[in-house]
């Protein structure tokens, strides 16, 4: 996204009324599943949603972790130990002296914990069946071949969360091959599938096998590859390949929605979708 | 056989650096080095690396091809010497060092030992900038007779004064952690300015560093440029760099989303059109092999291990264009100096 269309996007969301205005929309017209980064501002979002029980019954919530920018910047300020101490969640660390800190979160899956509850905890009450890791995060335990954490979380989320892990990703043929190696079964992955192969890190074919011949359920994000493709030309590709079931797109109009649920109904019939709306 | 890679330095960077490395085909992270023996107990925990807290000995033992350093920028020259010595290819974090003086001896024990030598400004790699120099160099808007580079981010937006970043003898501020983006990418499209005509530097939140940097740049006769940097605009999203070149035949605007080019009647060039023309990132960005935080960062890394096995020292960011950018950053702080200091060095 453009700075300019960022900023425009700020202003008019600057109230959280206006991102419940479009998933109230997008709710409305049949859309039940809302993918979103743990952004701090979503924890009005949800605290409406709870005030609010009977309206949104079957509202379901992607939560997609860490909100990768807060971490980013607070790493180059205080460095990763403050940082950790900083967003773990209060009374478990915090109360905790350095050196005991120190050793607690050697063990990397206990930290990883902690970080997934301190996001989790704004979601608390609420339908939350996958939980997503950030492709930042994803394609940085990928290349330094973590595979352990991918197993790890999913493992963690069932036990704690009842829910399923997400992986979002650049780099799909290489994430479906470290998720094989560690045992996790038919994942959950998102990642760039668009017409010009935009972001599809391995190159469309690899995709486009993976598509067909891997048991994966896979979520096609960013079909536009950025505005590149026009949305009719997109849809229509994307919606005709083979082992592909579900499409995020992120929309902040009533028109935009509309418009970019029948195209995807005109190839698909009617179909589960899921909608993102916070700034990512 | 895979080319054996050290990490020097496991913060921010350093972790993203070893993470692509350690994707690309052709290269494998064996060894890393930190001052955190809480970050080193964990990789040595979960990853098959040998982990040091001191550099010297992880080089010495002799079994890297090369290094990359992704530490303060205070350290790099020490560092980065004692691997050239060592016969290590070198990929340094920019900016090169903190002096130009040090930058030049680098960069000429490097190519007197014929090893790689490579600096992290990443935005070289971008190909909406890339285009913009073939642009530029291809004569596309005539004689550029003006550029203007820029660079905004919230970086620092209150008091503070915890890492390096905020400590000029590490490094920290704006000029050398920030402008000197701006500095190379201008340097990058029309070569380095011989003069720095006057600057400012500003700041704002910052105790020791300046926050905002402003400077003027003489090219000989033949050109002006303006420089402006501020890193405690919590209105811009993430860092924005912007340049804009005028020329006698149109004028450009390049950031890393995207290519503008006018050009004046009687001045189309190749398939760009008279009047505006829009070249995006999707039409312009190569695939990279492996994907994390952007393609440039992928890119470079590449580019630095083809140049390993090619042997090719003419390759991008050499530490002799990283001399130039230090080079400039040196005037501007002087010409700071000379305007009474500004608001801090």
Redesign the interface.
Known sequence: M??EK??QQ?VRFKDTAAIIEVLDIAYDMGIRTFMCTTHDRIGEVCDHMRADRARYRNFIYYPCMPYA?KY??S????????TIQRFSTGGVVNTLLRGAM?TL????YVLMRLLVDSEMKRFEGLNTPVIFVQN?VT????????Y??FAEFDKYVRERYGAEAGFIT??LP?LLDALDQVGVENPIVCSNINK????????IDAYLEALRTRRCRPIAMSIL????IPPNEAIEWVCRLEGLQSIVFGASSAGNIRQTKELIECVWGTAPLTTPAT?S | MAIRVGIVGAGKMGLSHYAIANALPGAAVVAVCDTSRYILSVLRKHVAVDTYTNYEEMISEGRLDCIIIATPTATHFQCTKYALEKNLHVFVEKPLTLSPVESRALSELAIQRTRVNQVGFHNRFIATFQEAQRLVRAGALGTVTNIRGDAFGQVVVKEQSSTWRSRKAEGGGCLHDYACHVVDLMNFLVGPPTRVAGARMQAIFSKDVADAVSAVFAYDDRMSGLLETNWSDETVRKMTTTITAYGTKGKLIVDRQELKLYLRSDCRFENYEEGWNSRYITDLQSPVRFYLRGEEYSAQLDAFFEAIRSGNMAHENSFASAYETDRVLNLITEANEANGGGGRA
Do not use: Y
């Not at chain 1, 979160?105 to 990397?108: A, K, N, P, Q």
């Not at chain 1, 394609?139 to 973590?146: E, R």
């Not at chain 1, 590859?225 to 590149?228: I, K, N, R, W, Y």
């Open positions: 453009s700075e960022a900023r700020l920018h980013a910047n790493v180059s300020q205080f460095g990763v130990l403050e120190g979160t050697r063990d990397i930042v394609d940085l335990l990928l290349g330094m071949k973590l352990s954490v650049m780099n290489m010009i192969g935009f972001r599809m890190t391995g190159g590859a950025s505005g590149a700034p």
